[in-house]
């Protein structure tokens, strides 16, 4: 690192740079103006030799060339592109306001960079995470495009098709049991991950056409089949839901590294017999979140249910993980997606999803979900930059998913025999 001369036409903004550009007339170009007239430019640019990129002092280069300067002094940097755009953030973070949307993208990029340590820019893991999540929801598609899914007349998917979702194939699907070793050694292959977060049947025996409300309500599905509306595996006795639960703990005991966390939705029936299973399997359960709805369900019962719980707690064998606030509460209150149509009978809200893994895992890390519904676990983790590993047991159930995610990512994201297969692109003769 050396200071030296260069003229000012080798001198290249950086394309990237995050911060915002000052204007003439602006208060703070003003001041730095009328501070380099004064006492001259006391902190010299930084420039780097590789990329012919400034890294830092934009504004002051702004006010030199704008002043007629054909060469300026230099603080000259010889680093790789990733090194410059981490030592910019640095650079940066101290004054000035941020351009968020090229902050986020910027670190987004960072993070995933092998070499890199993304809190060298000075902010703090926590701080990046918030950032590029932010920059997920601003840059998400609109929910409402998923209320253009419709469903096929027959599943398209068929029991044991594994579909790859993502530009790289980075989620698997896989039309499965997950009570079945065989079915969730395909799926994970060789590969664990740092979270899980799923939706099991309650054992409630749900069926929303038969809710006071419904105006289905009596009536049978297509071909005079009971509604299929109801869940796979919902309607097991309590003793049966005993003797089931604990395979399904097998798989998140497989699926899951040490000090991974877990957050399993349940009902209030079977709420502790939950507690207790995990706690005999060696899990830590560490707290019960409880989502607060805007409005209650309409049932039977002398009280109408508003809330729902979700046990949090992690694998034992390594120090849990945790990337949230400090001042994160168990106290959820989040709206439902504001779609016309949900796609599955308890569909969770992605917000419900993203936070859990926001605060539990990082970017590149895989997230399993065992119950993938309608594959709002799926959403979630491919909207924070985290790959999905899913299982959902209902052909008709893997199409919504396949759906409901080509409709926020584009039939772009996915190869083109899912495409052509799921109806997404011109010519399609599928259902």
């Known amino acids: 690192m050396q200071v030296r001369s260069i003229e000012v036409q080798k001198i290249n903004p950086a394309p990237y740079n995050p911060r ?101 820019t000075g902010f703090y893991g926590v701080e990046i995470e918030h950032l590029i999540a932010d920059l997920a929801k601003d840059t998400e598609l609109d929910l409402e495009a998923l209320d253009e ?27 499965g049991e997950v009570v079945s070793p065989a079915d969730v050694a395909r799926l994970l292959g060789n590969e664990r991950a740092s979270m899980n977060h799923t939706d099991p049947p309650y054992g409630v025996s749900y069926d929303r056409n038969k809710r006071p409300t419904s105006a289905k309500r009596g009536k049978t599905g297509p071909s005079g089949k009971p509604s299929e509306d109801r869940i796979i595996n919902d309607n097991l006795t309590p003793r049966q839901y005993a003797r089931w639960f604990p395979k399904v703990l097998e798989a998140l005991d497989e ?30 359960v560490s707290s019960t979140i409880t989502w607060a709805k805007e409005s209650f369900s309409p049932g039977f019962g002398d009280y109408n249910e508003q809330v729902e719980y979700c046990l949090y ?26 779609t016309r149509e949900y796609k599955h009978p308890t ?35 491919a909207a924070l930059g985290r790959r999905c590993l899913g299982m959902e047991i209902d052909p008709r ?10 409709a926020l990512a584009g039939p772009q994201a996915v190869p083109p ?15």
């Open 20 to 120: 915002k550009d000052l204007k003439p007339g602006d208060p703070e170009y003003e001041k730095l103006q009328r501070s380099i007239e004064t006492y001259g430019c006391v902190e010299p640019p930084v420039w780097n030799r590789q990329t012919g990129h400034l890294v830092g002092g934009h504004q002051r280069f702004k006010v030199l060339k704008a002043r007629g300067d054909a060469e300026i002094d230099v603080v000259e940097v010889d680093l790789s592109l990733a090194d410059e755009k981490a030592l910019n953030i640095a650079l940066n973070k101290i004054d000035g306001a941020w351009d968020e949307g090229k902050l986020a993208e910027l670190l987004t990029e960072l993070v995933v960079e092998p070499d890199i340590d993304a809190t060298v």
């Open 397 to 406: 159930d893997c199409d919504t998913i396949v759906r409901r995610y080509i």
């Open 417 to 431: 025999e899912v495409a052509q297969a799921y109806s997404w692109t011109q010519g399609s003769s599928a259902a």
């Open 313 to 338: 707690g992690y694998k034992a064998g390594a120090r849990h993980r945790w990337y949230g606030p400090r001042n994160a509460s168990t106290l959820w209150d989040v709206h439902r997606d504001r």
């Open 149 to 175: 899914v419709e469903e096929p007349a027959e599943p398209i998917t068929k029991p044991g098709d594994l579909i790859c979702l993502g530009p790289s194939g980075e989620h698997r699907l896989l039309c």
């Open 347 to 381: 569909q969770k809200p992605l917000e419900l999803a993203e936070r859990a893994i926001r605060n539990s895992s990082k970017r590149g890390e895989i997230v399993f979900d065992p119950f993938l519904g309608s594959g709002t676990t799926l959403l979630a983790a």
């Open 255 to 284: 699926s899951l590294i040490p000090g991974g966390a877990f957050y399993i939705w349940n009902a209030h029936k079977c709420f502790g017999l939950m507690h207790d299973l995990l706690t005999e399997r060696k899990f830590k």
